[in-house]
């Protein structure tokens, strides 16, 4: 079936630090992958995508590494500051379908 | 910046109940969705609209489930007769890229069915 979850329920990491997000995903038809922020009390925000013909992508702050042969996906964020705690999911879609579909979420703390 | 609005942002009822929730999507969007997300869980697709109909629906989204876009600015949800396990807080979300991709949410309403 569809899926997409993640390895670690939670995560903290010291200010300053870089912090890893991992992601699987099992539908070997979604080339499209999200990452979204979600602060307590807000919707998902979009942070960064990437296609599957794609290995890497960067932002700011932020690096998507999508290995389509595990089929995992990772979220990558430099010198993590407090205003990067929320919950982050990982989502994917397919081409020629209207859904996203989340994976479950890691909550990112981070220490001051 | 423009934003996605929803209303009310708590909506409690009753059991058996009808309720609609109320969205104004990004203005040039075409692409509209609502989800759903239980206690901190998992966000769950229900159902995305475009060109004045569904394009496509998850197997939550039932026969008590509905959307309307009744003019050119509003989106709603309607569920006919509520149930306990409605209760979740509901996100409606736009798009203006091609098939949805980059969404945009609003900030949800909590809906309480008792």
């Known amino acids: 079936g569809e899926s997409v979850g993640l390895h670690l329920p939670t995560l903290s990491v010291q200010e300053g630090d870089n912090s890893i997000i991992n992601c699987a995903y099992s539908?070997?038809?979604?080339?499209?992958f999200i990452w979204y922020k979600q602060e307590s009390g807000k919707g998902p925000q979009f942070i960064i995508d990437?296609?599957?013909?794609?290995d890497k992508r960067q932002g700011q702050r932020v690096t998507v590494l999508l290995n389509k042969t595990v089929k995992h996906l990772s979220l990558q964020i430099a010198a993590t500051q407090p205003g990067d705690s929320a919950v982050y999911f990982c989502a994917e879609k397919r081409s020629g379908g209207f859904k996203t579909i989340f994976g479950a979420g890691t909550r990112l703390f981070v220490k001051a | 910046e423009p934003e996605v609005t929803q209303t009310p942002s708590h909506q409690v009822t009753q059991m058996g109940q009808e309720v609609i929730l109320r969205c104004v999507p990004i203005?040039?969007?075409?692409?509209f969705y609502w989800y759903r997300q239980i206690l901190g869980q998992k966000v769950e697709f229900l159902v995305s609209f475009y060109n004045n109909e569904i394009s496509e629906k998850s197997e939550i989204f039932d026969d008590q489930f509905s959307v309307e876009r009744p003019d050119g600015s509003n989106f709603t949800l309607k569920i006919r007769s509520t149930k306990l396990e409605d209760s979740a807080m509901y996100f409606c979300?736009?798009?203006?890229?091609?098939?949805?991709?980059?969404?945009?949410f609003g900030s949800g309403t909590q809906l309480s069915v008792l």
């Open positions: 203005s040039n969007h075409l692409y």
């Open positions: 539908n070997s038809a979604s080339d499209y």
């Open positions: 979300a736009s798009s203006g890229d091609r098939e949805g991709e980059k969404l945009f």
């Open positions: 990437i296609r599957s013909n794609m």
